[in-house]
């Protein structure tokens, strides 16, 4: 099983960009799922996560510009970002908590990232 990331580039300040992580591979069961950042020289820190049941989280930087949305039957997981800022630029990993097979235990997948400039 694999995460794959995309969606990301360059874009100005003010404007937007949609990220997509689709899962492939044969999943049991997909839990949590959300989007993670690390901009040059400084430490991954969480974005946005999303429950199967859609109960959404959010950093306090980014909540009422970036919105987590999940697509169950696509085990697809969406960061719509609005509003973007220079500050947002970075590397954006999406992550998933799933079990592969019946009887398999849970654990956590990490995409490869996908870069996010914001610049004019």
């Known amino acids: 099983v694999q995460l794959q990331a995309s969606g990301g580039g360059l874009v100005q300040p003010g404007g937007s960009l949609r990220l997509s992580c689709a899962t492939s591979?044969?999943?049991?069961?997909?839990?949590?799922m959300g989007w993670y950042r690390q901009a040059p020289g400084k430490q991954r820190e969480l974005v946005a996560t999303?429950?199967?049941?859609?109960?959404?989280d959010s950093a306090e930087s980014v909540e009422g510009r970036f919105t987590i949305s999940r697509d169950n039957a696509k085990n697809t997981v969406y960061l719509q970002m609005n509003s973007l800022k220079p500050e947002d630029t970075a590397v954006y990993y999406c992550?998933?908590?799933?079990?592969?097979?019946?009887?398999?235990?849970?654990?956590?997948?990490w995409g490869q990232g996908t870069l996010v400039t914001v610049s004019s």
């Open positions: 591979g044969t999943i049991f069961s997909l839990g949590d």
């Open positions: 999303i429950t199967s049941g859609g109960t959404t």
């Open positions: 992550s998933a908590r799933l079990v592969e097979f019946w009887g398999g235990t849970w654990r956590r997948l």
